[in-house]
Nanobody, 127 residues
Framework: QVQLVESGGGVVQPGGSLRLSCAAPGFTVDGYAVGWFRQAPGKEREAVSCISSNFGKTYYGDSVKGRFTISRDNANNTVWLQMNSLKPEDTAVYYC????????????????????WGQGTQVTVSS
């Protein structure tokens, strides 16, 4: 069973920044789209961002556009999510996931198209 590993979460004040990492031990992300999703308490899991394998084409949800940046390093099997200007409403558990069916992001992102997930990392934005 392939499981991705997220790290980098924590507690930050509004306006602060965090950088999340997604590693894939025993699995090669090269060739697959990788997405970041988040789930706040009492809410459904939502798509945050996605990056295609080829040419690094990216997608962002409306709520994070201009604040978050997704990037990847296929050689090091890692995907990052740089989060700037964080808001309290960004508080959630953040998950990365790989779509082994496609190398490209096809918004709107459907959770059931992503078959390998991590365990999540908590991000809390609070003063």
């Amino acid at each position: 069973q392939v499981q991705l590993v997220e790290s980098g979460g924590g507690v930050v004040q509004p306006g602060g920044s965090l950088r999340l990492s997604c590693a894939a031990p025993g699995f090669t992300v090269d060739g697959y789209a990788v997405g970041w999703f988040r789930q706040a308490p009492g809410k459904e899991r939502e798509a945050v961002s996605c990056i295609s394998s080829n040419f690094g084409k990216t997608y962002y949800g409306d709520s994070v556009k201009g604040r978050f940046t997704i990037s990847r390093d296929n050689a090091n099997n890692t995907v990052w999510l740089q989060m700037n200007s964080l808001k309290p409403e960004d508080t959630a558990v953040y998950y990365c996931a790989a779509n082994t069916m496609h190398s490209f992001c096809a918004p709107p992102l459907h959770l059931d198209e992503y078959d390998y997930w991590g365990q999540g990392t908590q991000v809390t934005v609070s003063s």
